[in-house]
């Protein structure tokens, strides 16, 4: 299995009894992983699923739905997402700026329903302070 190198992503997968060499002595264990690889390189975490390195992967809803249910994503048809959610709760993210101001290059992003079937644009509400589209 393949994990992003997100402390909270790993504290989910132990929270619903996954384990793997580092914690497989912790109370609570349910299902024993061979191998759990942490990715931190952006670019492979699509590649190293849809190439079969790994038979599944941990990642932050938004970051796969893209690559899934978009017909201009190379990973399109050839990774899915599971339905569900295997945190307790839903996460919020939100981007940082500098504290001095100026050119603003974050944006806020709304929590949405990104459940598969779900008719969000994800493209949508990410205009910028400043009036300019988001990139």
Same mark, same amino acid.
């Given at each position: 299995m393949g994990n992003i190198t997100d402390? /909270? /992503?790993f504290q989910v997968l132990e929270d619903r009894g996954l384990r793997w060499s580092s914690n497989e #002595?912790? /109370?609570?264990g349910q299902n024993k992983l061979n191998n759990l690889i942490a990715y931190s390189d952006q670019s492979r975490i699509h590649n190293c699923l849809a190439d079969g390195v790994v038979d599944a992967f941990g990642v932050d +809803?938004?970051?796969y739905y893209w690559a899934c249910e978009n017909f201009g994503s190379p990973w399109f048809g050839k990774i899915e997402i599971v339905p569900g959610n295997l945190a307790q709760q839903p996460y919020y993210y939100t981007m940082a700026v500098n504290a001095?101001?100026?050119r603003v290059i974050g944006y806020w992003q709304k929590p949405?329903? +990104? #459940?598969?079937g779900s008719n969000n644009n994800l493209n949508a509400d990410r205009s910028r302070k400043d009036g300019? /589209?988001?990139q």
């Open positions: 402390p /909270a /992503a #002595s912790k /109370a609570g +809803l938004p970051i001095w101001g100026g949405m329903n +990104l #459940s598969p300019r /589209a988001q």
